[in-house]
């Protein structure tokens, strides 16, 4: 009896509509009374109830002249009228959304004006993509640092601001425990960048946790970190050279899913790739 209840209430039914109704399918005919007396309803409550149900199509109200006074009688209708009220919600139901999905639009302009959680700051030329490298990126405790390597050519924005963005990534991994994951594509640069940078730091491959695609089809030709619901975009690539921060996290959230998925098909770097490459000419030369 409780399921048919809750099944009765999910068509709309409230729980005194849902007794009155039941206790009417049990005769043939009921008078009101009876039905209050049966159900434990005050009679003018039931009133109310079978007007209700009345116009939801699940009873008929009957009124007959006696000897003496009126007499009001209820029969409920084929149950098979509940699945009747069902198709007639769905079709409403799907009337509503056609409805819903021309108002929607309007509704939502006006609802972003105000809300607005994204944030877009570009930077043009050289002196952009340095402002942009030069900014940290901060995070909640637990979020893991996603870059897209391009391993920007020094030659672009300058052997020292290259570097010192290097450093400043492993000194903020040290203090802050952050997960730093770095995709790159490999080819003959990446390998000389790597093997340069490992060079200076040992420490460089193992707290980046660097992983390679060595497949021509991938090209990064930008740095792109993933941060929280922030991306940083540096490019200084050929004649293309900008930074931009853009804090939004469905853009975060597209970004590090397509990366996540590169990061279970890509090989991690080790120290033996990097012994097998041979050493760093630019870096031997650098020292003398």
Known sequence: MKHIFTVLSKLG?????SKVYMEAIRHEKIAPYAVAKAVGIPRTTVYDIMLNLALKGLITVEQSQGLEKQQTWIQAKNPSTLRDMLFEQRKKLARTEVDLVDILPILKGEYTQHVSNTDFQFYPGIEGAKQVMRQTIVGSKNDTLRVYESLM????????????DVDGGLKQKR????????????????????????????????LHNF?????????I?????????????VCAQEN????CIIKSPQLANTLASVFDILWTT???????????????????????
């Open 266 to 288: 890509a090989t991690p770097v080790t120290e033996k790739d990097i012994a097998s490459w041979g050493e760093n000419e630019f870096f031997e030369a650098e020292n003398k």
């Open 153 to 164: 050519p020094m030659d672009t924005l300058g052997k020292k601001l290259i570097n010192k």
């Open 175 to 206: 203090t802050t425990n952050m997960g730093i994951k770095s995709l790159i594509v490999l080819n003959k640069w990446t390998r000389h960048v790597l093997s340069y940078q490992h060079q200076r730091n040992k420490d460089y491959i193992t």
């Open 211 to 219: 992983r390679f695609i060595d497949n021509p089809i991938l090209a």
């Open 13 to 17: 039914l409230s729980e005194n509509e």
């Open 240 to 243: 293309e050279a900008w930074g």
């Open 221 to 233: 030709h930008l740095d792109i970190s993933i941060l929280g619901d922030t991306v940083r975009g």
